[in-house]
């Protein structure tokens, strides 16, 4: 069966899914040839070029894919909104044309690109926080609940599987979009490469550059308002006010909207010397940092699988997170959970990670437990869901 890989739009300031599928593209590619399928990888040129130069599969080609332009995205709106649209617009998108014109089979969106096909597709879903959180102006404001919605509700239930990462998200899909239990495959989100195969050990002058102390708490998370920083600050005040030593507070990711609210919150709060804005960081110095962390503290409230908890666990840093739905099933015992709207019970944890033992304990149990699940085997889950399809589509041309 000739397979179509499409990969979306890779930028490593998209944080955690440029992570997730860059590093499932790595583990495919490295198992591609023990299949009898052929497949094709359809992205843009940049990334087609960086592709084609490092070498490929006997079995994996490459297909340019120009980024869909507000046409694109205007006439794949329309479609979801009103179906009849797509009867009178026969037209199919740049992606499907491309898939046709190379007789593509089946397409396996790798990331979150809500495009809906003709050709029979499996699906991957992060999360569906617009209907869990739809609170949050990330997924509310500016008609994005709506235009979220309008496409998931059609991608996935005309999807030949979908793959998400945890029972609760499997739970959530059949709950909100009533899809069948056995349409639906459990694949985790696998440990990151970069931190399992980590050897770069510069860690003390990339945080002299910084400018940090010896003892701080990581918390990398790009400045959504479901990122929960607020709260986190609040558990620092709470430590101040019981007289216990404040930790320093290192905050890296993108500003989506919501980073001047958090400085001003750290000024208000009296903080503001004990909190450090980083910005975007590259992968060899996030990686420095987490090795150099007290701990990784993760507050966010939305799941159900989140990616910084597995590089820490890689990269031997302690981790406390949110005990929001899915994170014990992500995180088993390697972590010490607490409730993200509560600062008390955040700043609590702080203090039981710092107590003797404790901390070893939680390295040594994350170190185990990163190794768990690997983007070769994530690849090798997406191989069985073809091998299940390829029976079923080969009964049309």
Not at 161 to 190: N, S
Not at 362 to 384: D, P, Y
Request: net charge neutral.
């Amino acid at each position: 069966m000739h397979v179509g890989v499409f990969l979306g739009e890779l930028r490593p300031e998209l944080g955690g899914g440029y992570t997730f599928v860059t590093d499932v593209l790595e583990g495919f590619l490295g198992i591609a040839d023990r299949s009898n399928h052929r497949f094709s990888l359809f992205c843009q040129p940049a990334i087609a070029d960086r592709l084609l130069s490092s070498g490929l599969p006997a079995n994996v080609r490459v297909v340019r894919l120009a980024s869909r332009g507000r046409v694109g995205r205007a006439v794949a709106t329309l479609k979801h909104v009103l179906p009849v649209f797509g009867l009178l617009w026969r037209r199919p998108s740049a992606l499907e044309r491309a898939a046709l014109a190379h007789r593509v089979e089946l397409m396996w969106f790798v990331g979150g690109f809500f495009d809906t096909l003709d050709i029979p597709y499996v699906a991957t879903v992060w999360d569906v926080q617009h209907l869990t959180h739809p609170w949050f102006p990330e997924v509310s404001s500016r008609w994005r609940w709506e235009y979220r919605e309008l496409f998931l509700q059609r991608h996935l239930r005309r999807a030949t599987a979908v793959i998400t990462g945890t029972e609760v998200g499997r739970k959530e899909l059949t709950f909100f979009y009533r899809l069948p239990e056995d349409r639906i495959h459990i694949l985790p989100h696998p440990t990151p490469s970069f931190a399992l195969n980590a050897t770069s050990r510069n860690d003390r002058d990339i945080v002299e550059r910084f400018g940090l102390p010896d003892r701080f708490l990581l918390y990398p998370a790009q400045f959504w308002a479901h990122k929960n920083h607020v709260n986190l600050l609040l558990a620092m005040k709470r430590l101040e006010g019981d007289s216990h030593v404040v930790p320093d507070l290192v905050l890296v990711g993108s500003d989506k909207g919501n980073r001047r609210f958090v400085e001003d919150e750290a000024k208000k709060l009296g903080l503001s010397h004990k909190v450090h804005f980083l910005g975007f960081v590259s992968t060899e110095d996030l990686m420095a940092l987490y090795r150099s962390a007290e701990a990784l503290i993760y507050p966010s409230f939305s799941g159900p699988e989140n990616l910084p908890p597995l590089e820490a666990f890689a990269l031997e840093c302690p981790v406390l997170a949110s005990d929001f739905p899915g994170a014990r099933e992500q995180l088993g015992d390697a972590a010490l959970l607490f409730d993200p709207g509560d600062p008390s019970d955040m700043a609590k944890q702080i203090l039981r990670m710092r107590e003797e033992g404790v901390r070893a304990e939680l390295v040594q149990r994350g170190k185990a437990r990163s190794s768990h699940w690997t983007s070769r085997e994530f690849a090798e889950g997406v191989l069985r869901i073809v091998d299940e399809i390829e029976p079923k589509r080969r009964a049309w041309r």
